[in-house]
């Protein structure tokens, strides 16, 4: 996930591969329940792993459920075959709406000694009108804390199932949820439930709906206003099932593929864990997609999309069924070959902000044209030449934030700056790093900032902070020379012209590995054994080779990915990335080098004397600035930065402050 303050997205020019999208929140915990529920084992598959699945998996481990995973396989569930579970247990369920509600009537009805807490905010969210249904049929229900509110106490229900039990539906749909999936465990007689009020949210009541039926229980209903659970019902493993993936997430990856070829032609973009007989309501967006000229095909959970017509098609619709999916068309219009109206959207007014106005005031910064009502949207299209780079404001909301960065495909390759990019969280934690796993690019347009200099000048840390600030990859280019010397040492050969070919051979091939900031030689973890002062005079050697130096030119290159990256070394700005953008030599006086480098030995433990340090440095200059290929040498378009006398933080903003002077952004804050 990002979590830097903006996200620069550079010009993106096409997209080709296939995405697998995280898993729905609320049929991840539906299903849980239900697989607890029936009887047998039902393997879950693509259950999403959040907050709210981990705290209705550890409830269900209290109550006496089997839970099993075996690495990367499904989640095993033996079900309670509806008996009653362990009888007395404390659940805490954290914040977690989806566990409390179902689990309340679940409990309740079969009976025992319950009590259910979460959060403080979860003892803030009201369940009143869940426990008034539940008390009608006899369940005894008893509040904790405050009345209308968990924590709850549950205990031995006298159950009466005659009569028809009345529940709100107009304020949440949970609660209907709740006793849908809680009644078919003593359907012992036909169950009636009568919804008061007009019922909110009904796609999420499909859901329900569809799963209890993949677990053997079809609930009968006449409109939206009266629902039975038919006598004998009973729930039976499907034996496996997949967690479908947000319908809703999908829609950025549908509407990329209509409006993006690939380097090889049209290949498209395939979207695992969703198609298009999904339960979900958001799945219609494909509708809408195709209606603007997509390719969509599709199959038992996988959508393929390709461009079609080009310029998309405009459209007027009434998206009142896909309210936040349709969010999506608006930037799809952008691209269209005419203006195109998205109508009855009252609802985007009270969402996590007001996303028609966020939508219309973030299209225009682009340069579109865009009109409001106070329940439509229409956008004209954005013809080439008329694009502006834009930062755009996404206001705590996903969803704007994910629609947005679709705006970088335009053809006057602008690049777009995304605020705030960390609000993608809500739903979809790693929007981005998928998005950049098929996009693609002509290699230039990625941007590279080079930081080189002397040993100890403080270009590792500045480098690291500077790319953790941006979001880009970062290039340690100094340890490649140090692994190369260490993969020689061990191989036995010496540092030496005569052994220049055999090193070059070995770098070339080095089989190096680096996760999660740590670098692995050949499956061994040797980050600090390329640290010491020994490695670094030992890469100081090998890499006045030219045959290795070239040897490691492909493998550095290769960090050049999306959205950016900044490298470190000697020769980024001169020899590896020349057409760079910004590169920055960082010195600091020898004195000062030599005492940070005993500061930093010294803090780890090594002992270290600091005249031999200095001079130690001081030929590693020498030799780093007299050899004849690539030596330690400014480019001519580098900036200089001594940083004898800032802090790391006074250099990382200098940096920081000469990359912005070069966007085309307005300043983020
Ligand atoms: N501007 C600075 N002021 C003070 N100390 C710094 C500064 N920059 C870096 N340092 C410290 O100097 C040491 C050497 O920095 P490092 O990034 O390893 O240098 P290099 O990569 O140039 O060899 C580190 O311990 C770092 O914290
Ligand atoms: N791009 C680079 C990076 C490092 N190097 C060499 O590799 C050695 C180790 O680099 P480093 O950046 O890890 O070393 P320090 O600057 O941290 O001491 C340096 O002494 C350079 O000789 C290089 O030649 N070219």
Same mark, same amino acid.
């Given at each position: 996930?990002?979590?830097?303050?903006?996200?620069?997205?550079?010009?993106?020019?096409?997209?080709?591969?296939?995405?697998?999208?995280?898993?729905?929140?609320?049929?991840?915990?539906?299903?849980?329940?239900?697989?607890?529920?029936?009887?047998?084992?039902?393997?879950?598959?693509?259950?999403?792993?959040?907050?709210?699945?981990?705290?209705?998996?550890?409830?269900?481990?209290?109550?006496?459920?089997?839970?099993?995973?075996?690495?990367?396989?499904?989640?095993?569930?033996?079900?309670?075959?509806?008996?009653?579970?362990?009888?007395?247990?404390?659940?805490?369920?954290?914040?977690?709406?989806?566990?409390?509600?179902?689990?309340?009537?679940?409990?309740?009805?079969?009976?025992?000694?319950?009590?259910?807490?979460?959060?403080?905010?979860?003892?803030?969210?009201?369940?009143?009108?869940?426990?008034?249904?539940?008390?009608?049929?006899?369940?005894?229900?008893?509040?904790?804390?405050?009345?209308?509110?968990?924590?709850?106490?549950?205990?031995?229900?006298?159950?009466?199932?005659?009569?028809?039990?009345?529940?709100?539906?107009?304020?949440?749909?949970?609660?209907?949820?709740?006793?849908?999936?809680?009644?078919?465990?003593?359907?012992?007689?036909?169950?009636?439930?009568?919804?008061?009020?007009?019922?909110?949210?009904?796609?999420?009541?499909?859901?329900?709906?569809?799963?209890?039926?993949?677990?053997?229980?079809?609930?009968?209903?006449?409109?939206?206003?009266?629902?039975?659970?038919?006598?004998?019902?009973?729930?039976?493993?499907?034996?496996?099932?997949?967690?479908?993936?947000?319908?809703?997430?999908?829609?950025?990856?549908?509407?990329?593929?209509?409006?993006?070829?690939?380097?090889?032609?049209?290949?498209?973009?395939?979207?695992?864990?969703?198609?298009?007989?999904?339960?979900?309501?958001?799945?219609?967006?494909?509708?809408?997609?195709?209606?603007?000229?997509?390719?969509?095909?599709?199959?038992?959970?996988?959508?393929?999309?390709?461009? *079609?017509?080009?310029?998309?098609?405009?459209?007027?619709?009434?998206?009142?069924?896909?309210?936040?999916?349709?969010?999506?068309?608006?930037?799809?219009?952008?691209?269209?070959?005419?203006?195109?109206?998205?109508?009855?959207?009252?609802?985007?007014?009270?969402?996590?902000?007001?996303?028609?106005?966020?939508?219309?005031?973030?299209?225009?910064?682009?340069?579109?044209?865009?009109?409001? *009502?106070?329940?439509?949207?229409?956008?004209?299209?954005?013809?080439?030449?008329?694009?502006?780079?834009?930062?755009?404001?996404?206001?705590?909301?996903?969803?704007?934030?994910?629609?947005?960065?679709?705006?970088?495909?335009?053809?006057?390759?602008?690049?777009?700056?995304?605020?705030?990019?960390?609000?993608?969280?809500?739903?979809?934690?790693?929007?981005?790093?998928?998005?950049?796993?098929?996009?693609?690019?002509?290699?230039?347009?990625?941007?590279?900032?080079?930081?080189?200099?002397?040993?100890?000048? *403080?270009?590792?840390?500045?480098?690291?902070?500077?790319?953790?600030?941006?979001?880009?990859?970062?290039?340690?280019?100094?340890?490649?020379?140090?692994?190369?010397?260490?993969?020689?040492?061990?191989?036995?050969?010496?540092?030496?012209?005569?052994?220049?070919?055999?090193?070059?051979?070995?770098?070339?091939?080095?089989?190096?590995?680096?996760?999660?900031?740590?670098?692995?030689?050949?499956?061994?973890?040797?980050?600090?054994?390329?640290?010491?002062?020994?490695?670094?005079?030992?890469?100081?050697?090998?890499?006045?080779?030219?045959?290795?130096?070239?040897?490691?030119?492909?493998?550095?290159?290769?960090?050049?990915?999306?959205?950016?990256?900044?490298?470190?070394?000697?020769?980024?700005?001169?020899?590896?990335?020349?057409?760079?953008?910004?590169?920055?030599?960082?010195?600091?006086?020898?004195?000062?080098?030599?005492?940070?480098?005993?500061?930093?030995?010294?803090?780890?433990?090594?002992?270290?004397?600091?005249?031999?340090?200095?001079?130690?440095?001081?030929?590693?200059?020498?030799?780093?600035?007299?050899?004849?290929?690539?030596?330690?040498?400014?480019?001519?378009?580098?900036?200089?930065?001594?940083?004898?006398?800032?802090?790391?933080?006074?250099?990382?903003?200098?940096?920081?402050?000469?990359?912005?002077?070069?966007?085309?952004?307005?300043?983020?804050?």
């Amino acid at each position: 996930m990002f979590t830097t303050t903006f996200l620069d997205i550079p010009p993106l020019a096409g997209a080709d591969g296939s995405v697998t999208l995280p898993g729905s929140k609320s049929i991840s915990n539906r299903v849980l329940l239900l697989a607890a529920l029936c009887e047998g084992q039902t393997s879950v598959h693509d259950l999403l792993d959040s907050d709210d699945t981990r705290v209705m998996l550890e409830a269900l481990r209290q109550l006496g459920c089997g839970v099993e995973q075996a690495e990367g396989g499904p989640l095993r569930i033996t079900g309670l075959g509806g008996q009653p579970p362990a009888t007395a247990a404390r659940l805490f369920l954290g914040n977690a709406g989806t566990a409390m509600r179902p689990l309340t009537a679940a409990l309740a009805v079969l009976g025992g000694d319950f009590e259910l807490s979460g959060v403080a905010r979860m003892h803030e969210r009201p369940i009143g009108d869940l426990v008034d249904a539940l008390r009608q049929l006899g369940c005894r229900i008893d509040y904790r804390g405050n009345p209308g509110y968990p924590p709850l106490a549950i205990g031995q229900p006298a159950l009466r199932l005659d009569a028809p039990i009345a529940v709100r539906g107009d304020v949440s749909s949970q609660f209907l949820t709740a006793l849908l999936m809680a009644l078919p465990l003593v359907a012992r007689r036909d169950i009636v439930i009568d919804v008061v009020g007009e019922l909110i949210s009904k796609p999420y009541i499909e859901i329900t709906l569809q799963l209890l039926a993949r677990f053997g229980v079809v609930v009968q209903r006449e409109g939206w206003s009266r629902f039975t659970v038919p006598a004998g019902s009973r729930y039976r493993s499907p034996g496996s099932i997949h967690v479908e993936a947000d319908a809703s997430s999908a829609s950025y990856f549908i509407a990329l593929g209509a409006i993006s070829t690939g380097d090889a032609g049209q290949n498209g973009i395939k979207i695992l864990g969703v198609g298009a007989d999904s339960i979900q309501g958001d799945i219609r967006f494909v509708e809408a997609a195709r209606a603007m000229g997509a390719q969509i095909d599709s199959g038992p959970n996988w959508l393929h999309v390709r461009r *079609g017509a080009w310029p998309l098609q405009a459209i007027d619709l009434d998206c009142n069924h896909i309210p936040d999916a349709a969010m999506t068309l608006a930037v799809m219009a952008l691209y269209a070959d005419a203006p195109s109206t998205l109508r009855n959207i009252a609802s985007w007014r009270v969402k996590e902000t007001d996303r028609i106005a966020a939508m219309a005031t973030e299209a225009r910064k682009l340069g579109a044209t865009v009109e409001e *009502g106070l329940d439509w949207l229409r956008i004209h299209p954005l013809p080439a030449g008329h694009w502006r780079a834009a930062a755009i404001h996404t206001y705590d909301d996903h969803r704007v934030a994910m629609c947005f960065s679709l705006a970088a495909f335009n053809p006057d390759a602008r690049p777009v700056r995304i605020l705030d990019p960390q609000c993608v969280a809500k739903t979809f934690p790693d929007y981005f790093e998928t998005l950049f796993a098929v996009a693609q690019t002509p290699v230039e347009r990625i941007p590279v900032l080079c930081i080189d200099g002397p040993t100890a000048s *403080g270009k590792g840390t500045v480098a690291a902070k500077v790319a953790q600030r941006l979001g880009y990859h970062f290039l340690d280019s100094g340890a490649m020379y140090r692994i190369t010397a260490l993969a020689a040492t061990r191989a036995g050969l010496a540092i030496d012209a005569a052994h220049e070919e055999r090193i070059a051979a070995l770098a070339r091939q080095l089989p190096v590995r680096f996760r999660a900031g740590r670098i692995l030689l050949a499956g061994e973890d040797v980050s600090e054994a390329i640290r010491t002062e020994e490695a670094g005079m030992n890469a100081s050697r090998v890499s006045a080779l030219p045959a290795v130096r070239a040897a490691l030119v492909a493998l550095q290159l290769g960090f050049r990915g999306l959205p950016g990256l900044v490298a470190d070394g000697r020769d980024m700005g001169t020899v590896i990335f020349p057409s760079a953008p910004l590169k920055v030599y960082l010195t600091a006086s020898a004195a000062c080098r030599a005492e940070r480098r005993y500061k930093q030995l010294i803090s780890k433990g090594i002992s270290a004397n600091i005249d031999d340090l200095r001079a130690d440095l001081e030929a590693r200059d020498a030799r780093d600035s007299s050899r004849p290929v690539a030596p330690l040498r400014p480019a001519q378009d580098a900036l200089l930065l001594d940083s004898s006398a800032l802090t790391i933080e006074q250099a990382v903003s200098q940096v920081l402050q000469w990359w912005q002077e070069r966007q085309p952004f307005p300043r983020a804050d």
